[in-house]
């Protein structure tokens, strides 16, 4: 598959190019959230933010308990965050450096080789909103690798907020919006 290069997109007018349309049925908690997705694009296209997207999509999918996984250098976005979430439903955060295991545990590279660093504990993370038996789990910064762990150990659907780019202010699409930063840096003119 090359999707990206493909000029044509006749999958938007219902051809089946890939041949796996009839491997594929959605159904169950599956298909309601199906359902969901595509009624808040009907319904709100242009007109909602991600956030309060991922509020209408936790109200229709009759959540009550959410989960933010955050990153600690964003402490005061999980705060406000959490403030907006919790007029709607029940809602628990867990900090990355959850537990605090030092780095030198595992034969971690240290970022301050010189004090306590404590590692990003993105199973940690899963396992705390587990106990409080979070239905979506909504993840506002974390490193890569962490988002990673933390999405394969989730007992919950999980979805990004705020996704951590240091460099381009968290908006990682950035770089490829900028055309002297794609020639610069990745060596792309086109």
Same mark, same amino acid.
Do not use: W
């Given at each position: %598959?090359?999707?990206?290069h493909?000029d044509?997109?006749?999958?938007?007018?219902?051809?089946?190019?890939? &041949?796996? !349309?009839?491997?594929i049925?959605?159904?169950?908690?599956?298909?309601?959230? %199906? +359902?969901?997705?595509a009624?808040?694009?009907?319904?709100y296209y242009m007109?909602?933010t991600?956030l309060?997207?991922?509020?209408?999509?936790?109200?229709?999918m009759?959540?009550? +308990?959410?989960g933010?996984?955050?990153?600690?250098g %964003?402490?005061?976005?999980?705060e406000?965050?959490? +403030?907006?979430?919790?007029? #709607?439903?029940?809602?628990?955060?867990?900090?990355c450096?959850?537990?605090a295991?030092?780095?030198?545990?595992?034969?971690?590279?240290k970022l301050?080789p010189?004090? @306590?660093?404590? !590692?990003?504990n993105?199973?940690?993370q899963?396992m %705390?909103?587990?106990?409080?038996?979070?239905e979506?789990?909504i993840?506002i910064?974390l490193?890569? &690798?962490h988002?990673?762990?933390? !999405?394969? #150990?989730?007992a919950?659907?999980v979805?990004? @907020?705020?996704?951590?780019d240091r460099?381009?202010? #968290?908006?990682?699409?950035g770089?490829?919006?900028? &055309?002297?930063?794609?020639?610069k840096?990745f &060596?792309? !003119?086109?």
């Amino acid at each position: %598959m090359k999707c990206a290069h493909c000029d044509d997109k006749m999958c938007r007018e219902g051809k089946d190019c890939a &041949g796996i !349309t009839d491997d594929i049925c959605y159904e169950g908690n599956e298909l309601k959230s %199906m +359902k969901t997705s595509a009624a808040i694009e009907a319904q709100y296209y242009m007109q909602k933010t991600r956030l309060e997207e991922i509020i209408l999509y936790a109200q229709k999918m009759a959540y009550k +308990k959410l989960g933010l996984a955050f990153c600690v250098g %964003m402490e005061k976005e999980a705060e406000i965050i959490e +403030k907006i979430l919790e007029k #709607h439903f029940e809602v628990y955060s867990v900090c990355c450096k959850v537990s605090a295991i030092n780095k030198e545990e595992y034969g971690l590279e240290k970022l301050h080789p010189e004090s @306590f660093d404590p !590692t990003c504990n993105p199973i940690g993370q899963a396992m %705390m909103l587990e106990k409080k038996g979070t239905e979506l789990n909504i993840i506002i910064g974390l490193c890569i &690798g962490h988002d990673i762990l933390f !999405t394969q #150990h989730s007992a919950a659907p999980v979805t990004t @907020f705020i996704v951590k780019d240091r460099v381009l202010a #968290h908006n990682p699409a950035g770089a490829i919006y900028s &055309g002297y930063y794609l020639k610069k840096v990745f &060596g792309i !003119t086109d």
